[in-house]
């Protein structure tokens, strides 16, 4: 049997226009030649384009793309449509007054085929051997799918491109198809375009995850956490699943419309002689979301615990929060239950051992870990959540042995269970690896997706991490 | 000033002694209320006064704190604490005057001039408020007839006390309300609201009295929780190097084997700290401690009898008016320990190692906790304050000889616990000396090296319900039971 004897693919930097429709931006990518891919992300994000652009699709704009086969064998439903397109022009090109056959199915298949033996066969294993005479524009979608499918397979191609092969194929055949695929992983390199994780292949040796025309992640198998969050992350951005509602049971104050929800006056905070914020005035009104940012040691954190209450200077400033002048008899438990509130230190002190459903339902107490017994309602809730970040298997392990990440995405679950008015994210993304960005970034947005109930302040200094509908900004300088 | 428990007849001594209830959750429905818009004015921000301030603030009420004027003018650091967490701070003068509450939180040694000086200048009928009761049972401080006298205790040090609270819970907290001292009839209600506002309610309240909370504490604290540990340390120390067992090893396996050999405790008594053993381990553990027992209950007699007929506090009292003599003494020789000069070596000691390795620590511990159980409750202090008094904050104890040796259980106790945990030091290091000849590196150093890890039935079966049937696991059991009923999930 020929072994893979290819040079590896190599993109760099590589910018792909396909018609002013898509762009594909700054993709560095290497495919060695014993490697198969599988190309995964949400609709639209760019799969089908960085497939297509292997083989020769697009217009590179920027970057150099190397290594790249002469004989690539591209099976997906724009090169399909693209082939319909062309047999259909044909009609339309014919100016004789005789009705045009079109291309029989048989010149399509054997045409330009490397393997007619294969392709025999293939037609025999596809149930297309009556169909040989036909013309091709006159068959299903299914049946010209399967007919681009042996075309691909019997041109000895020596890189197989496969765009959602697997979908509308019944159940026989899809088993036939991967059979067949098994059979030659030792001589010809795969790349195949999922939406789906449980249908790929076991051969796949690797994943590459789009997300916005970007070549966001490449994950080898092997790495079994980081394959297991793509998976979530998918899941994540792919699923149906809508935020769970609130619990009715667990009402709050009635808020005066006519106030902010926070209002600062003059906001100081010193430590000795140091100041750290110097006089700020700031309001948030409701449904105005913040981004508020600023480098280390401008006292981001600090103004944000002055609106928590867990500054113990807030009693020394003027501060409005939530129909409470701080300072008057209110406990900070009465105002902790207006605020959804996630932090890095908010996980450094979340270290009791609980199980990662009552970190969900503690988000009901404002508490770290569960001191009071909680209702049916409020864990399936938090069975709700569970499902929708794709840990609903997790619901009874120990909250401090999950990843870091996984940590993470269960506590801005528990700062968003009760649909607070105001949630806090002070830096989500800190101290998370690009996937588990790309995880939580996904959770804020499916979040703020029509939750107009919820005021958003989202603490950052990375420019990238931008969340959708955020149109207020506040920097502040470091003092001193 | 005369001993305050000596002045009272021995039905009312037996009565108070008595006294302690784990309260309902249903009793703190009220919440702060009692408490609110009332001025508290708080005497010392060390570590208690500080965070205990901190959670009243964030429950709602008005905290401020008096200090003595040289520590506002020298700016020190009870003035810091206060000021920079943004509290009004000013003079007795400038503050007692206008308290509903004076929260009385500074050392014991201190209580006496303290409550002398800020007295006279407390406005009719208000509240003052201990976090011991020494200086009320001991010194029989006389308080003006006007003012309620109460006692809120959490039994956690100060930092503890403020980290439960942020996360929504509490930690336990004994309150009482001195009787001679409860003009209006409002003492109860002040304690609660005040065990409310600092978080106490959640994590469950022990209505005592301020003898029973006196008596149980000196008790427990100068034998089991700092004495016993300390006496152990220095003799397992002693006895490893005289075996030869590397030194840096011998020092981290005692250093950090205190803390996890009582983690087993907190969660499941004695039983569960035996049941980490193997079973030959266990029957030797258990053997060891009923020798240990056997040698030391005179001595835990005897700390007792001091501490109910009042010698105790005399003698340490005649210490405080000597400057601490004795206490600066024994506090230096305990600096010059071979355990305390030798650091932790830098070798990886498993969990289950630490008691593999140190059964005879096991030993001491058992030994330790059910002695001074039975002691208290022979003396009429009921099971419930002798078990949190013994067995409850013992792994608090092993916390801190975790952070920093002995020198750090000494600097976080209070001078009161330190000088009788030296005085608990100093009888039974000779007491034990016969005890430790016998002692080898089987059980604490190296563990039991057997070819055959089989026991006999019959003994493993009367070990495991001897056990199981001592009191102190019986209302142990009942009391984390409550525990675990609002920590539910911890």
Same mark, same amino acid.
């Given at each position: 049997?020929?072994?893979?004897?290819?040079?590896?693919?190599?993109?760099?930097?590589?910018?792909?226009?396909?018609?002013?429709?898509?762009?594909?931006?700054?993709?560095d990518?290497?495919?060695?030649?014993?490697?198969?891919?599988?190309? !995964?992300?949400?609709?639209?994000?760019?799969?089908s384009?960085?497939?297509? %652009?292997?083989?020769?699709?697009?217009?590179i704009?920027?970057?150099?793309?190397?290594?790249?086969p002469?004989?690539v064998?591209?099976?997906?439903?724009e090169a399909?449509?693209?082939?319909?397109?062309?047999?259909?022009?044909k *009609?339309d090109?014919d100016?004789?007054?005789v009705?045009?056959?079109?291309t029989?199915?048989h010149?399509? #298949?054997?045409e330009n085929?490397?393997?007619?033996?294969?392709?025999?066969?293939?037609?025999?294993?596809?149930?297309?051997?009556?169909l040989?005479?036909?013309?091709?524009?006159?068959?299903?979608?299914?049946? !010209?799918?399967?007919?681009?499918?042996?075309?691909?397979?019997?041109?000895k191609?020596?890189l197989?491109?496969?765009?959602?092969?697997?979908?509308?194929?019944?159940?026989?055949t899809?088993?036939?198809?991967?059979?067949h695929?098994v059979?030659?992983?030792?001589t010809?390199?795969?790349?195949?375009?999922?939406?789906?994780f449980?249908?790929?292949?076991?051969f =796949?040796?690797?994943?590459?995850?789009?997300?916005?025309?970007?070549l966001?992640?490449?994950?080898?198998?092997?790495?079994?956490?980081?394959?297991n969050?793509l998976?979530?992350?998918?899941?994540?951005?792919?699923?149906d699943?809508?935020?769970?509602?609130?619990?009715?049971?667990?009402?709050?104050? %009635?808020?005066?419309?006519?106030?902010?929800l926070?209002?600062?006056k003059?906001?100081t905070i010193?430590?000795?002689?140091? #100041?750290? %914020? *110097?006089?700020?005035?700031w !309001?948030i009104?409701r449904?105005?979301?913040?981004?508020?940012?600023?480098?280390?040691?401008?006292?981001k954190?600090?103004?944000?615990s002055?609106?928590?209450?867990d500054?113990?200077?807030?009693?020394t400033?003027?501060?409005? %929060?939530?129909?409470?002048?701080r300072?008057?008899?209110?406990?900070?438990?009465?105002?902790?239950?207006?605020?959804?509130?996630?932090?890095?230190?908010?996980?450094?002190?979340?270290?009791?051992s609980?199980?990662?459903?009552?970190v969900?339902?503690?988000?009901?107490y404002?508490? =770290?870990?569960?001191?009071?017994k909680?209702?049916?309602?409020q864990?399936?809730?938090?069975?709700?959540?569970?499902a929708?970040?794709?840990?609903?298997?997790?619901?009874d392990?120990?909250?401090?042995?999950?990843?870091?990440? *996984?940590?993470?995405?269960?506590?801005?679950?528990?700062?968003?269970?009760k649909?607070?008015?105001?949630?806090?994210l002070?830096?989500?993304?800190l101290?998370?690896?690009?996937?588990?960005r790309?995880?939580?970034?996904?959770?804020i947005e499916k =979040?703020?997706?029509?939750?107009e109930?919820?005021?958003?302040?989202?603490?950052?200094?990375?420019?990238?991490d931008?969340?959708?509908?955020?149109?207020?900004?506040?920097?502040?300088?470091?003092?001193? | 000033?005369a001993?305050?428990f000596?002045?009272l007849p021995?039905?009312e001594?037996l009565?108070?002694?008595?006294k302690?209830?784990?309260?309902?959750s249903?009793?703190?429905?009220?919440?702060?209320?009692?408490?609110?818009?009332?001025?508290?004015?708080v &005497?010392?921000?060390?570590?208690q006064?500080?965070?205990?301030?901190?959670?009243?603030?964030?429950?709602?009420?008005?905290?401020?704190?008096?200090?003595?004027p040289?520590?506002?003018?020298q700016?020190?650091?009870?003035?810091?604490?206060?000021?920079?967490?943004?509290? @009004?701070?000013?003079?007795y003068?400038?503050? &007692?005057?206008?308290?509903d509450?004076v929260?009385?939180?500074?050392?014991?040694?201190?209580?006496?001039?303290?409550?002398?000086?800020?007295?006279?200048?407390?406005k009719? $009928?208000?509240?003052?408020?201990y976090?011991?009761?020494?200086?009320?049972?001991e010194? $029989?401080?006389?308080?003006?007839d006007?003012?309620?006298?109460?006692m809120?205790?959490?039994?956690?040090?100060?930092?503890? @006390?403020?980290?439960?609270?942020?996360? $929504?819970? $509490? @930690?336990?907290?004994?309150?009482? @309300?001195?009787?001679?001292?409860?003009p209006?009839g409002e003492?109860?209600?002040?304690?609660?609201?005040?065990a409310?506002g600092?978080?106490?309610?959640k994590?469950?309240?022990?209505?005592?009295?301020?003898?029973?909370?006196?008596?149980?504490?000196?008790?427990? +604290?100068?034998?089991?929780?700092?004495?016993?540990l300390q006496?152990?340390?220095?003799?397992?120390?002693?006895?490893m190097?005289?075996e030869?067992?590397?030194?840096?090893?011998a020092?981290?396996?005692?250093?950090?084997?205190?803390?996890?050999?009582?983690?087993?405790l907190k969660y499941?008594?004695?039983?569960?700290?035996?049941?980490?053993?193997?079973?030959?381990?266990?029957?030797?553990?258990?053997?060891?401690?009923?020798?240990?027992?056997?040698?030391?209950?005179?001595?835990?007699?005897?700390?007792?009898?001091d501490?109910?007929n009042?010698?105790?506090s005399?003698?340490m009292?005649?210490?405080?008016?000597?400057?601490d003599?004795?206490?600066?003494?024994?506090?230096?020789?305990t600096?010059?320990?071979?355990?305390?000069?030798t650091?932790?070596?830098?070798v990886?000691?498993? +969990?289950?190692?630490?008691f593999?390795?140190? &059964?005879?620590?096991v030993?001491?511990v058992?030994a330790?906790?059910?002695?001074?159980?039975?002691t208290m409750t022979?003396?009429?202090?009921i099971?419930?304050?002798a078990?949190?008094e013994?067995?409850?904050?013992t792994?608090l104890?092993a916390?801190?000889?975790?952070?920093?040796?002995?020198?750090e259980?000494?600097?976080?106790?209070?001078?009161?616990?330190?000088?009788?945990?030296?005085?608990?030091?100093?009888?039974?290091?000779?007491l034990?000396a016969?005890?430790m000849?016998?002692i080898?590196?089987?059980?604490?150093?190296?563990?039991?090296?057997?070819?055959?890890?089989?026991?006999?039935?019959?003994r493993l079966?009367?070990?495991?319900?001897?056990?199981?049937?001592?009191?102190?696991?019986?209302?142990?059991?009942?009391?984390?039971?409550h525990?675990?009923d609002?920590?539910?999930?911890?």
């Open positions: 049997m020929d072994s893979i004897r290819l040079d590896n693919i190599l993109l760099n930097k590589v910018t792909v226009n396909f018609d002013d429709r898509f762009t594909l931006s700054e993709i990518w290497t495919i060695e030649s014993n490697q198969h891919w599988v190309i !995964t992300g949400t609709n639209g994000a760019g799969k384009a960085l497939a297509a %652009v292997l083989a020769g699709v697009g217009e704009e920027n970057g150099t793309i190397t290594g790249l002469k004989n064998g591209l099976v997906s439903f399909q449509a693209e082939l319909i397109a062309k047999e259909l022009k *009609d090109a100016i004789m007054d009705i045009s056959l079109g029989p199915v010149e399509m #298949i054997f085929c490397q393997d007619p033996e294969l392709a025999h066969a293939l037609v025999e294993k596809f149930g297309l051997s009556t040989l005479d036909r013309a091709f524009r006159k068959l299903s979608t299914g049946e !010209t799918r399967k007919v681009m499918l042996i075309r691909a397979l019997s041109s191609p020596d197989l491109i496969l765009d959602e092969p697997f979908d509308g194929l019944d159940v026989d899809l088993a036939m198809l991967q059979a695929l059979s030659i992983i030792d010809t390199p795969m790349i195949l375009v999922l939406n789906r449980d249908e790929m292949p076991e =796949i040796t690797h994943v590459a995850y789009v997300d916005k025309g970007e966001a992640l490449t994950v080898d198998k092997k790495d079994e956490s980081a394959f969050e998976y979530q992350l998918l899941h994540l951005k792919t699923t699943l809508q935020v769970p509602e609130a619990d009715p049971a667990n009402t709050l104050p %009635v808020l005066d419309p006519s106030q902010p926070v209002r600062l003059q906001a010193k430590y000795g002689d140091t #100041i750290i %914020v *110097d006089k700020l005035d !309001t009104e449904g105005q979301h913040w981004q508020l940012s600023g480098p280390n040691g401008s006292g954190t600090g103004v944000l002055l609106i928590t209450g500054h113990p200077q807030c009693y400033n003027d501060i409005f %929060v939530f129909g409470f002048q300072g008057n008899g209110e406990s900070i438990w009465q105002i902790k239950q207006f605020i959804g509130y996630v932090s890095t230190s908010l996980q450094w002190e979340y270290r009791v609980t199980s990662c459903k009552n969900i339902i503690s988000g009901f404002d508490s =770290i870990g569960m001191y009071t909680s209702s049916d309602n864990k399936k809730i938090a069975d709700q959540w569970l929708l970040l794709g840990m609903k298997d997790r619901a392990q120990p909250f401090n042995k999950l990843s870091y990440g *996984d940590q993470r995405l269960l506590l801005i679950a528990r700062a968003m269970v649909h607070p008015p105001l949630l806090i002070d830096e989500p993304c101290g998370l690896d690009d996937m588990n790309q995880l939580v970034l996904a959770l =979040i703020c997706e029509g939750k109930e919820t005021t958003v302040l989202y603490v950052n200094h990375h420019a990238e931008q969340i959708k509908g955020i149109e207020s900004y506040l920097g502040l300088k470091k003092n001193n | 000033m001993n305050y000596n002045t021995l039905r001594q009565a108070q002694l008595a302690c209830r784990f309260m309902d249903s009793e703190f429905a009220d919440g702060v209320e009692a408490l609110k818009g009332k001025k508290m004015v &005497i010392g921000c060390g570590a006064g500080l965070n205990q301030g901190l959670n009243l603030r964030d429950s709602g009420l008005d905290v401020s704190y008096a200090l003595r040289e520590a506002i003018a700016k020190r650091q009870s003035w810091k604490n206060a000021t920079e967490n943004g509290f @009004v701070v000013g003079t003068e400038d503050l &007692i005057p206008t308290a509450v929260l009385n939180l500074t050392p014991d040694k201190q209580h006496t001039p303290v409550v002398t000086a800020v007295m006279p200048l407390m009719e $009928g208000a509240c003052l408020s976090s011991h009761g020494f200086n009320i049972v010194e $029989g401080m006389q308080v003006r006007d003012l309620t006298v109460i809120v205790a959490p039994k956690c040090p100060g930092s503890e @006390v403020r980290a439960e609270y942020v996360r $929504g819970f $509490g @930690v336990p907290t004994l309150i009482a @309300v001195h009787e001679d001292n409860d209006k003492g109860l209600a002040l304690a609660k609201a005040y409310v600092t978080g106490g309610h994590a469950g309240v022990l209505m005592s009295s301020f003898i029973a909370e006196v008596k149980s504490d000196l008790m427990g +604290e100068q034998t089991i929780l700092c004495g016993m006496t152990g340390s220095i003799l397992c120390f002693d006895k190097i005289e030869g067992i590397d030194a840096g090893y020092s981290r396996l005692i250093q950090f084997g205190w803390e996890t050999i009582t983690e087993a499941g008594g004695v039983t569960n700290m035996l049941d980490r053993l193997s079973n030959p381990a266990k029957i030797k553990a258990f053997d060891l401690s009923e020798e240990l027992k056997m040698i030391m209950r005179p001595l835990y007699n005897k700390h007792q009898d501490i109910i009042g010698t105790f005399r003698v009292m005649e210490d405080w008016a000597n400057d003599k004795n206490l600066l003494q024994w506090r230096a020789d600096a010059e320990t071979n355990f305390e000069k650091p932790a070596g830098d990886e000691i498993s +969990e289950q190692e630490f593999d390795n140190g &059964i005879l620590m030993a001491m058992k330790g906790v059910e002695l001074a159980f039975e022979a003396a009429g202090i099971a419930e304050s078990y949190y013994s067995l409850h904050e792994p104890i916390n801190t000889i975790a952070r920093k040796k002995l020198y259980m000494n600097a976080t106790i209070s001078d009161t616990a330190e000088y009788g945990c030296y005085l608990y030091n100093h009888a039974c290091v000779p034990l016969g005890f000849k016998d080898k590196t089987d059980v604490i150093g190296k563990g039991l090296s057997l070819e055959d890890t089989g026991v006999d039935n019959k079966i009367e070990v495991n319900t001897a056990l199981r049937s001592h009191p102190v696991e019986a209302v142990g059991s009942v009391l984390r039971g525990m675990a609002m920590k539910k999930i911890v």
